[in-house]
């Protein structure tokens, strides 16, 4: 597990995001990583996503290395 609450005082969450009640794992940041609005309807995130899987693998493995 990466985080159980990825919530940061002070930050605006959409519903959507406050609602999908993830767990983040490996599994699911790849997932959210691949297409962030597939994952999470209704997100207001414009990043499209990394559709490339070593560079999703890259950017887990440095998140658990600051977790």
């Known amino acids: ?3 159980p609450n990825p919530f940061l005082q002070g930050f605006s969450y ?3 995001n406050k609602n999908k009640g993830v767990i983040w794992s ?3 940041l ?3 990583l691949t297409d962030p ?3 999470i309807p209704g997100t207001k995130m414009i990043f ?3 559709k490339k899987t070593n560079e999703r693998q890259d950017l ?3 998140l ?3 977790s």
């Open 1 to 3: 597990m990466i985080s």
């Open 14 to 16: 959409t519903d959507a």
């Open 26 to 28: 490996e599994s699911t």
């Open 30 to 32: 790849d997932e959210y």
């Open 37 to 39: 609005k597939k994952y």
């Open 48 to 50: 499209p996503g990394l």
């Open 60 to 62: 887990i493995a440095y």
């Open 64 to 66: 658990k290395s600051c």
